[in-house]
């Protein structure tokens, strides 16, 4: 079994800031990309950030410069800073593992529950 366990949201006013945190656990071999997605009511889910094992980054056009991801390889674990949050940006956030469980050959994604972040005053 594999989980991953988001962390970390909650309210906030406009201009505030979160950190939202994900840990994944159980028979993993090794994780691939990680990241964080996000679904506001009445819209697809849409990619916020992303990163490599090796750490490269990449980030949605909305919250570059305010949102900043990163992390622990040893600890199976991935973060997500978030800086001057707009309301726009209230959403269930959803934390992404592509991984592959011992014994397996491919890797598969993985999805944490989803945790809410509100921007409002």
């Known amino acids: 079994q594999v989980q991953l366990v988001e962390s970390g949201g909650g309210l906030v006013q406009p201009g505030g800031s979160l950190r939202l945190s994900c840990a994944a656990s159980?028979?993993?071999?090794?994780?691939?990309?990680m990241g964080w997605y996000r679904q506001a009511p009445g819209k697809q889910r849409e990619l916020v950030a992303a990163?490599?094992?090796?750490?490269?980054?990449n980030y949605a056009d909305s919250v570059k410069g305010r949102f900043t991801i990163s992390r622990d390889n040893a600890k199976n674990t991935v973060a997500l800073q978030m800086n001057s949050l707009k309301p726009e940006d209230t959403a269930v956030y959803y934390c992404?593992?592509?991984?592959?469980?011992?014994?397996?050959?491919?890797?598969?994604?993985?999805w944490g529950q989803g945790t809410q972040v509100t921007v409002s005053s």
């Open positions: 159980g028979s993993i071999f090794r994780i691939n990309a």
């Open positions: 992404n593992a592509d991984l592959q469980r011992y014994g397996s050959v491919w890797s598969v994604d993985y």
């Open positions: 990163i490599t094992s090796g750490g490269s980054t």
